[in-house]
Nanobody
């Protein structure tokens, strides 16, 4: 399995930007699709974005299209989530996750991922 550590969260004003990083260790990062999810207290974990193993395909939740960009750098074993035009509704703990191999579970479902980071808090003030 892949071990994941997120960083880059923090406090930002509405309209601002943050870039989250997800550093991976383990041999399988370069062959693993990656995803970002977020969660607020009392709510289920919510899909944000995903990227396939090569970086050639990306997927986004409707509410982040045009504002967030997912990317990866396999040489650095790191995935990124660039977040622009942030709003208070984006406040959450953000998690990166490595997707199961050979799964047909849709990319937006958390059950399709078998390695998770500890999360990084993003707070957007109005």
């Amino acid at each position: 399995q892949v071990q994941l550590v997120e960083s880059g969260g923090g406090l930002v004003q509405a309209g601002g930007s943050l870039r989250l990083s997800c550093a991976a260790s383990g041999r399988t990062f370069s062959s693993s699709a990656m995803g970002w999810f977020r969660q607020v207290p009392g709510k289920e974990r919510e899909f944000v974005a995903a990227i396939n193993w090569s970086g050639g395909s990306t997927y986004y939740a409707d509410f982040v299209k045009g504002r967030f960009t997912i990317s990866r750098d396999s040489a650095k074993n790191t995935a990124y989530l660039q977040m622009n035009s942030l709003t208070p509704e984006d406040t959450a703990v953000y998690y990166c996750a490595a997707r199961r191999t050979f799964t047909i579970i849709p990319v937006h479902l958390p059950t399709g991922y078998n390695s998770w980071g500890q999360g990084t808090q993003v707070t957007v003030s109005s």
